[in-house]
Structure formats: structure tokens, C-alpha cells
């Protein structure tokens, strides 16, 4: 059989794992499909992922590519792989991409969402999808202050130590904050983002909804790349990979 390239979409509760990519510290997401990819395909197989979120970060639309001789058709994947994945971990679609494509190197685009439960007392149901912040935040203000980061800017204020990329440069196409009742939704949508950048916006947009932060706070630390500008990083447990777009989808 002729090798094939074949592109997976794959959702994911972070949780219980120290993130997709492998670690000898513990469980990853990565780890687990490539067991099940084992177990359907009776040989070890590599796959690649687009984004490499963090421990307790989940996924709504992560992609993932891997090569096989296989005659499994491509959309039956998320049938087979799935009989053998911990629940927390679904596979939703599978397609045959070219074979010089890349899941992480080819992205687009992708579109984060963190979710934020603004109440007195933390959520019994939804503690380990959302970020606890007990006192009021002003999500208006929020909102207002994330549009600094609109267009291209160096972000180099926006990343943790320890990222890999070779340039800070970015393009973020819009940043939205939205409250239904006690859940504050943050999304928003670049090119591409470094190490802890959405949960470092995050932490500075709920610095700015308490009023611990000015709502000028973004646009400083794009103008003087000050890390400490930007207060604390939000939780992991708040934030979601919800989708990531390739050029043949847009």
C-alpha cells in the first residue's frame, strides 16, 4: 500500500495530563494517540501535533498528522482510534492531506477560548473547564482593553519563559469578551501564539476587569515588552484550542 498523510481533528479534557506533547513526568495527550494508533494499526506511529497546549489546557479542534500504509479509510479513523482512547480524548474527523503537509507549520490561523466563572463561590460542575474569579469583573472594560493587541506586534511581553519560537512577531485578527450570566467567554483569533500568551491575556484582562490592572495595560507592554506589565498568568483550566484552520479550509 502507498503511504498516506492523514490529518486528525481531535477534542480533548486536559485535566489528567501534563499536555499534548510526550513527558517522562506523566500522561499526554500525544502518548495516549499514539498507543491507539498502535493498537489499530499493529505498528508504532508518530504523530505530529499543531499546537502543543499546556497540562490542564484542553482542545476542542486540535489537528494532528501522522503517515501510514494502512488501508483504513481516513474518515473512519475517529471509529476506530476511539474504541481505544480514554474518554477525555475523542477523535472527531480524519482526512488524507498531501504528503509534504504539516499540522503545526502549515496553520493558519487558530482560535482560542478561555472561559472564566465570575461567582462567589467556584462550580462544582464545570471547576475543571473554567477559571474561579470570585469578585466582580467588568467584562466591557475587558473587552475594550484586549483591542490593543489587534494586528501585528511583537509580543514579546506576551510569552513565558521557555517558548521555542524564532520570532515574537504576530498577527492577532480579533479579540472579543462576552458574559452570559455567572461565565465570562474570551476569544480570540491570530496567526499563531507563544508559550502561555492567551493565558498571559487572560490574566492581564482580569486584572483590568477587577481594577487591579489600567485598561491601558496591553498596549504598554506591546510598546515596552515588560513581561510584569501584564499581572499574573491566568490558569490553565480555563483555556480551550478550540480551532485550528489550514489555508484549503478558509
Known amino acids: ?4 498523510r492523514i490529518l486528525l481533528t481531535i477534542s480533548y479534557d486536559g485535566t489528567a495530563y501534563c499536555g499534548w506533547q510526550f513527558q517522562s513526568n506523566g500522561p499526554s495527550i500525544q502518548e495516549e494517540v499514539e498507543k491507539a494508533l498502535e493498537k489499530a494499526l499493529g505498528k508504532f506511529t508518530r504523530i505530529t501535533g499543531a ?3 499546556d497540562a490542564g489546557v484542553h482542545a476542542l479542534g486540535q489537528r494532528a498528522h501522522f503517515d501510514t500504509c494502512s488501508n483504513i479509510p481516513a474518515d473512519k479513523y475517529p471509529f476506530v482510534l476511539n474504541r481505544f482512547l480514554p474518554e477525555d480524548i475523542r477523535v472527531l474527523e480524519g482526512m488524507v492531506v498531501p504528503s509534504d503537509f504539516h499540522a503545526r507549520f502549515q496553520a493558519a490561523g487558530k482560535l482560542y477560548t478561555y472561559r472564566i466563572h465570575n461567582a462567589r463561590q467556584p462550580s462544582a460542575i464545570y471547576r475543571n473547564l473554567t477559571a474561579h474569579v ?4 467588568d ?3 475587558m473587552h475594550a ?3 490593543a493587541i489587534i ?5 514579546t511581553a506576551f510569552a513565558a519563559a521557555g517558548g521555542q519560537a524564532k520570532t515574537t512577531v504576530r498577527t492577532m485578527h480579533y479579540l ?3 458574559r452570559q450570566g455567572e461565565e465570562i467567554t474570551l476569544q480570540v483569533h491570530g496567526n499563531g501564539f507563544l508559550y502561555n500568551m492567551v493565558r498571559i491575556i487572560a490574566g492581564a484582562l482580569i486584572g483590568v476587569g477587577q481594577g487591579k490592572l489600567p485598561e491601558d495595560c496591553l498596549q504598554r507592554a506591546l510598546e515596552t515588552r515588560n513581561r510584569l506589565d501584564l499581572g499574573i498568568t491566568a490558569p490553565a483550566s480555563g483555556l480551550e484550542l478550540t480551532r485550528v484552520e489550514y489555508d484549503f479550509e478558509m
Open 176 to 178: 472579543n469578551v462576552t
Open 151 to 155: 494586528g501585528t506586534h511583537d509580543f
Open 1 to 4: 500500500m502507498e503511504e498516506k
Open 139 to 141: 467584562e466591557k472594560k
Open 134 to 137: 470570585p469578585v466582580p469583573l
Open 145 to 147: 482593553a484586549g483591542q
Open 51 to 53: 499546537s502543543r497546549t
